[in-house]
């Protein structure tokens, strides 16, 4: 059965951003990619991709947790009670600087030093 329902898959198409949460030893960490980012890298049903630029301190609270956890968003998908919608996914993240997911990510976005991969546990609807 496929992890991403058909909600949330309109939801990523339509997205602008997302929210990118993480634990760290003070607490939570948010950081926050472009949508179109991650589409360019390809979301499928076990993984996204996202290209780091920074994601430091991301990678440091990964290191130690790798608990993730990915916020989605758009007024452009309708929901039965109204407009917009949210998708949340939780999974594992690891930043990769090297390897192919790395150089995939490089290559596309020059001026990265790698990837975030997250790879999918589950992901639900948010309204
Ligand atoms: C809308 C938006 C999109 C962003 N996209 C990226 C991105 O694709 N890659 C990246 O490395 N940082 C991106 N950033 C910046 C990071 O979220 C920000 O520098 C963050 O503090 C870096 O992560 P860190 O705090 O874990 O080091 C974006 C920020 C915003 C607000």
């Not at 995939?104 to 975030?116: D, E, I, S």
Request: with cysteine; glycine share 8%.
């Amino acid at each position: 059965m496929s992890k991403i329902n058909s909600a949330c898959k309109e939801v990523i198409e339509k997205s602008e951003w997302l929210a990118i949460a993480t634990a760290g030893p003070d607490g939570p960490h948010l950081a926050a990619c472009w949508s179109q980012s991650a589409r360019t890298l390809g979301c499928d049903d076990d993984t996204i991709r996202l290209p780091a630029w920074s994601y430091f301190r991301t990678e440091e609270n990964l290191r130690q947790n790798p608990r993730i956890e990915l916020l989605f968003a758009s007024r452009q998908v309708a929901r039965p009670q109204g407009q917009g919608q949210g998708c949340r996914i939780v999974g594992k993240g690891r930043l990769e600087t090297s390897g192919p997911e790395a150089e995939a990510v490089k290559a596309r976005f020059p001026g990265t030093r790698g990837a975030l991969v997250v790879t999918i546990e589950s992901a639900e609807t948010q309204l």
